[in-house]
């Protein structure tokens, strides 16, 4: 049975890869966009991935479609949360590019719902899908690396003046646009941290002074630390990198984007690894692929076929431990 979806925006940086899944994938119905914005619809209108595609002209038509169950949010980020708000309760499952905005409480109410209405909210975190962070979670999970004390995570990028600006409204600039996808990580290893700090800097972006540009989080458990860095002016090509460290082994995974190994370090033979340094190679998996295999799952909780990959629990801890860290 085909599932019915809709987009709701279109300026988000995911917007046209999600598009193009839900155009790709044959278990959907893709029911048509509404992009609030005159502008950025003619822009929308011009790219491959909404060639032909329905566009609506306004929410109510939108939401109104009770044959649509379920809807991607493809806003800015300074204007999902509303856009989610309203899909939610109008009985929308949710596929909501990240991150849930910078109003915990809207967002807590947005779960809420969820939660009375037997409704799914799917965040947008496309590394939940991705083999080698799963294989690297595997191994946490299972007791490979031991007791975790550390991790850390670099997703730097390259902006231009007018994105910087874009970002720049929202407290820790480039960590509130980037660092969800590595907390979505390291909380599914270690859980909720009892202490976040963060810290925000503008070392390259004069023209732009209230945005923070060179940015840490530091995240404290009980037994562990975490540090997630990022910046918005490193030189391509970006050198994403991701790291376990515990009792009996270490993962580190460089680039992560495109990623073709981890190093995997053990104090001795386990589970067909061996003791000390292997390359544990990774199938490359394309930002697209990422893409599809998040809504492929999506439609299979949709179906009854599987339970949520992340439970509305962990979607609220991600953004409750992203807006410790900048202070919202």
């Not at 976040?196 to 562990?224: H, M, Q």
Request: charged share 25%; proline share 5%.
């Amino acid at each position: 049975m085909l599932i019915r979806m809709a987009q709701y925006g279109t300026r988000h940086g995911h917007a046209s890869g999600k598009a193009q899944a839900l155009r790709s994938n044959p278990d959907v119905e893709f029911a048509g966009v509404f992009e609030p914005d005159p502008v950025a619809r003619a822009s929308a209108q011009r790219h491959s991935a909404y060639a032909g595609v329905h566009w609506y002209d306004s929410e109510d038509e939108l939401l109104g479609d009770d044959r649509t169950i379920a809807i991607a949010i493809e806003g800015r980020n300074d204007k999902s949360l509303a856009m989610a708000r309203a899909a939610i309760r109008a009985g929308k499952h949710l596929w909501y590019d990240k991150p849930a905005g910078d109003d915990w409480a809207a967002f807590q109410e947005v779960v809420a719902v969820a939660q009375a209405r037997g409704l799914q909210v799917q965040m947008g975190y496309m590394f939940r899908y991705h083999e080698g962070f799963r294989r690297i979670a595997g191994w946490v999970h299972t007791g490979l690396l031991g007791d975790v004390f550390g991790a850390r995570a670099h997703m730097s990028t390259s902006l231009t003046v007018p994105a910087r600006e874009v970002i720049a409204r929202h407290r820790g600039g480039i960590f509130y646009d980037l660092a969800g996808h590595v907390l979505d990580q390291i909380v599914w290893l270690l859980g909720r941290p009892h202490h976040v700090a963060g810290f925000f800097r503008n070392d390259g972006t004069p023209e732009v002074p209230r945005f923070s540009d060179n940015t840490l989080g530091v995240l404290e458990f009980e037994r562990a630390m975490a540090f997630v860095d990022i910046a918005a002016m490193e030189a391509p090509p970006m050198a994403r990198r991701f790291e376990v460290y515990g009792t009996r082994g270490s993962a580190i995974m460089e680039p992560f984007e495109p990623a073709r190994a981890v190093r995997l370090c053990l104090q001795g033979p386990q589970d067909g690894y061996t003791a000390g340094e292997q390359m544990v190679p990774l199938k490359v998996q394309t930002r697209q692929g990422l893409y599809d295999r998040e809504l492929v799952a999506l439609l299979a909780t949709l179906h009854g076929e599987q339970p949520p990959d992340r439970t509305l629990d962990h979607e609220l801890l991600v953004q409750e431990t992203l807006l410790r860290a900048t202070g919202k």
